[in-house]
Structures are given as structure tokens and as C-alpha cells.
């Protein structure tokens, strides 16, 4: 599974960006699928999973009410709608791939990784 996220940029402190991360090569219907962010100089934090079927979904305290996670599994795409962005959200976003049946947290978990793309939230 390969896999591209895009959709970061510079937004204002309040403001709105939503990321999305394409798979290619196989078919991701069946995989746990996360977001997970690093800042500089601090290890890569977990932000939001969703299973296979979008009933599942776990967020990280620091975003649960602002940011939403979601699937396109006929389009191969998993998304992240980030509102109220605050400048402590800024980060590299990775989006992620796991092959097992339960939404998971945890990091080393994650079989497939995609390239990040960066969220940059001005105050």
C-alpha cells in the first residue's frame, strides 16, 4: 500500500484545512486507517484512527471536538477535517495504514506510512 498525503498549507489561528491521504496499490477497505503529527523536536504523537468500516473512530484529547476523521473506501481515500486550528497544531501530518481489525493508537502498530505534509497554524 503506498500512500500520499496533501492538503496541509498555512492557515490563520481559528481557520479550517482539510487534509487527504490517497492509497494506491491495494485496496485499503479493510485497514484501520490514522493521522498522526510531528513537530519539531518532538516525537510523532497520534492524532485521530478509524476502522474499517467508519463505526470506529478515536481521536487525541488535544483535537476531539475540532478535528473529524473519515473514509471514502470506494475511493481509496481517508480524510481530516481540522477546524479551529490553534498554532500548537502545527506539524508534519502522516497519514497511515494498518492491516489489523481494531482501531489502534499506538504508532508501531501501523504496517504502511506515507510521506507527511505540513500544517502550519499562524497566531
Known amino acids: 500500500v503506498q500512500l500520499q498525503a496533501y492538503g496541509g498549507g498555512l492557515v490563520q489561528a481559528g481557520g479550517s484545512l482539510r487534509l487527504s491521504c490517497a492509497a494506491s496499490?491495494?485496496?485499503?477497505?479493510?485497514?484501520?486507517m490514522g493521522w498522526f503529527r510531528q513537530s519539531p523536536g518532538k516525537e510523532r504523537a497520534f492524532v485521530a484512527t478509524?476502522?474499517?468500516?467508519?463505526?470506529?473512530?478515536i481521536y487525541a484529547d488535544s483535537v476531539k471536538g475540532r478535528f473529524t476523521i473519515s473514509r471514502d473506501n470506494a475511493k481509496n481515500m481517508v480524510y481530516l477535517q481540522m477546524n479551529s486550528l490553534k498554532p500548537e497544531d502545527t506539524a508534519v501530518y502522516y497519514c497511515?495504514?494498518?492491516?489489523?481489525?481494531?482501531?489502534?493508537?499506538?504508532?508501531?502498530?501501523?504496517?504502511?506510512w506515507g510521506q507527511g505534509t505540513l500544517v502550519t497554524v499562524s497566531s
Open positions: 496499490g491495494r485496496t485499503i477497505s479493510t485497514y484501520v
Open positions: 478509524i476502522d474499517w468500516s467508519g463505526g470506529t473512530t
Open positions: 497511515a495504514a494498518d492491516a489489523g481489525s481494531r482501531a489502534t493508537v499506538s504508532a508501531h502498530r501501523y504496517d504502511y
